[in-house]
Structure formats: structure tokens, C-alpha cells
């Protein structure tokens, strides 16, 4: 997972989503950031938030082909060994 915030300039933090709770109405995702800092952050979803990314996962042609791709690189990933994940230039 890769973060980036205009508050920390052209920073970029990585990490590893940890853990999913349930509090309220909001589902908490919680991440570990692992450079350059070891932050543990959390983010809080809404229903609509959730049903937002869903929604234009499932009904753009960005989402469908991002979906589709990354299945068929996970996939081909399996078979070779090494290959690492390709990092976006600006996001």
C-alpha cells in the first residue's frame, strides 16, 4: 500500500493494511507504515465510502481493467519468482 499526503510534500509512505474492525458505522481499515517511518494509521469508512469504491470498481472501465490485470499479474506472479509490483510515478 503506498500513501501520500500533501502535508508531508512529495513523501510517500509505504505500509501493509493489518486489520479490519467494525466500530459504529464505520469499518476501520488499520495499516502499518513501514518507510520512511513506523506509523500505525487508520482510516475510517462509511457505508456510502465503501459503497462509493465499489461502485466505481464495479461500474468504470478503469475499475473493471485494473481488476482484471492485476488478477492476471497475481497469476503470472505465481510462476515467476522475483517479479515485484510495478510503483505508480505520481498518484
Known amino acids: 500500500m503506498l500513501t ?4 508531508l510534500g512529495n513523501t510517500e509512505l509505504a505500509g501493509d493494511i493489518k486489520t479490519l474492525d467494525v466500530k459504529a458505522d464505520y469499518m ?3 495499516c502499518k507504515t513501514t518507510s520512511p517511518v513506523k506509523w500505525h494509521v487508520r482510516v475510517a469508512l462509511s457505508f ?3 459503497a462509493t469504491v465499489l461502485w ?3 461500474t468504470t472501465r478503469r ?3 485494473f481488476i482484471l ?3 492476471l499479474k497475481s497469476l503470472m506472479r ?3 519468482r522475483g517479479k515485484s509490483l510495478m510503483r505508480p ?3
Open 56 to 58: 466505481l470498481l464495479l
Open 69 to 71: 490485470k492485476q488478477s
Open 48 to 50: 456510502p465510502d465503501l
Open 78 to 80: 505465481s510462476f515467476q
Open 63 to 65: 475499475g473493471w481493467g
Open 4 to 7: 501520500r499526503s500533501t502535508g
Open 28 to 30: 476501520i481499515i488499520g
Open 89 to 91: 510515478d505520481d498518484f
